[in-house]
């Protein structure tokens, strides 16, 4: 868990003048707040810039946008605006829309604010770049994880959670699903980064491939 206080968030004349650019690679910490806890910080993620648009002011953005490139997409598919008014922007995470019989992935706007980057090196642009790819990661579950994939991948996602010979197949069945995409985002958040890698990279891979070591000796003490 990351505290707001410990790093400088950019006021907005310092926003206003962020270099970006298509030819260029200039890349920003943005971190999500925690709607549950003021000042904690519930994700972050690294980002390109690619167009300053704080001149550019249509209704839906009174004062203007940022124009990112997010980690989970590439270019025209993965970019995202920061709306400099209401300093909110895209997050993902798996819902269950009404009606639908299998988990989705949704996107909801949400309160982020943009880091003044530390010195690289330091140990708070570590602690940035490690949350940073925990978002990554998260996101890559999420996207392998909507329709039939989904209770599959909860149930490695308990494993790994749970102690040997704990996980109770009772307690699986008798939660409705919308109660199991709840405490899959839960999982998700509290789950160890070696298990978030390892997930996220076996969920990308063919079917019939090995699981990776922290999962497989997850699997082997459960």
């Known amino acids: 868990m990351l505290l707001l206080s410990d790093f400088r968030v950019l006021s907005p004349s310092d ?26 910080i519930a994700a972050v993620q690294r980002m390109r810039l690619l167009n300053q648009m704080g001149s550019q002011r249509p209704p ?6 940022l124009l990112f490139l997010t980690p989970y997409g590439e ?9 400099l008014d209401r300093q909110d922007f895209p997050s993902f995470r798996l819902g269950l829309p009404r009606f639908a ?3 989705r992935w949704e996107e909801k706007r949400r309160p982020a604010v943009i880091l003044a980057t530390p010195p690289r090196g330091s140990l708070k642009y570590h602690a940035l770049m490690r949350e940073h790819r925990r978002s990554v990661w998260q996101q890559k579950i999420r996207y392998n994880s909507t329709g039939s994939r989904f209770g599959l991948v ?16 009772e307690r699986q069945c008798n939660r409705t699903l919308a109660e199991q995409v709840v405490e899959f985002e839960g999982l998700l958040s509290i789950a160890l980064d070696d298990v978030l890698r390892d997930l996220a990279a076996l969920v990308g891979m ?17």
């Open 154 to 169: 909860f149930e490695l996602l308990e494993t790994a959670k749970e102690a040997p010979g704990q996980l109770s197949r």
């Open 101 to 103: 019989t299998t988990p």
């Open 15 to 40: 926003v206003y003048y962020l270099r970006g650019g298509k030819k260029h690679y200039y890349y920003y910490f943005l971190a999500f707040l925690d709607p549950n806890h003021a000042g904690v």
């Open 75 to 83: 270019w025209p598919n993965g970019w995202r605006r920061y709306c």
């Open 206 to 222: 063919p079917e019939n491939t090995q699981p990776p070591p922290a999962l497989a000796a997850c699997q082997a003490a459960n």
């Open 60 to 65: 839906s953005y009174p004062k203007g946008y």
